[in-house]
């Protein structure tokens, strides 16, 4: 589950890139984005029948064994430490409540490219931070982190141009792959 930057896992495995999750295991809005400050009242797309369901509610209906969550790179622009750390655990908390056997998996948010325009709201500092956060909620909830950010980041700190799909934000299908192969090898051993 996730914002833009998971929505496209099951676009590049429509594309042949088919070592990613199906779209059937990728959940995300109607607008393929979602925002951490909206959690609790944000709607996904629910795969089997294609209704949009609240996040609770696709939980709760689908209680999945695993679930990777990969939020916040649209919250580092506008939510301070304690507002993201509140929402992102309550977040956790919620899926908790909604499928306690769930092993919960909180994905780090991924490097930028250096020509992503934006730097000044999103950029690696704040990514480097926020994936922080994000690892002390896990330890705090007693859930799993995963920092897949060093899968991706260049030797000069940056997402590597050939890597980003032209906006300096968004993975290409390689780079979705070199996700994927960390979440198997890194999540669960």
Request: proline share 5%; net charge negative; glycine share 8%.
């Amino acid at each position: 589950m996730g914002d833009s930057t998971t929505y496209g896992i099951g676009v590049y495995y429509n594309y042949g890139f088919t070592e990613l999750c199906p779209p059937s295991q990728v959940w995300t809005p109607a607008s393929g984005t979602l925002t951490l400050s909206y959690y609790n009242i944000a709607t996904i797309v629910y795969p089997e029948t294609k209704e949009e369901l609240t996040i609770e509610e696709a939980v709760a209906r689908a209680k999945p064994e695993y679930m990777v969550i990969t939020l916040g790179v649209n919250g580092i622009s506008f939510m301070d430490e304690e507002w993201f750390i509140r929402d992102y655990t309550a977040l956790v908390e919620l899926v908790k409540a909604a499928s306690p056997d769930t092993k919960i998996i909180l994905n780090s948010i991924y490097p930028v490219a250096a020509s992503y325009q934006y730097q000044k709201d999103i950029n690696n500092d704040k990514i480097r931070a926020a994936n922080g956060w994000i690892e002390r909620i896990a330890q705090d909830t007693g859930v799993r982190f995963l920092y897949s950010f060093e899968s991706l980041v260049g030797p000069d700190g940056y997402l590597p141009e050939t890597s980003q799909n032209g906006d300096g934000l968004h993975l290409t299908g390689e780079a979705f792959t070199t996700v994927m192969q960390y979440i198997r090898t890194h999540a669960y051993v």
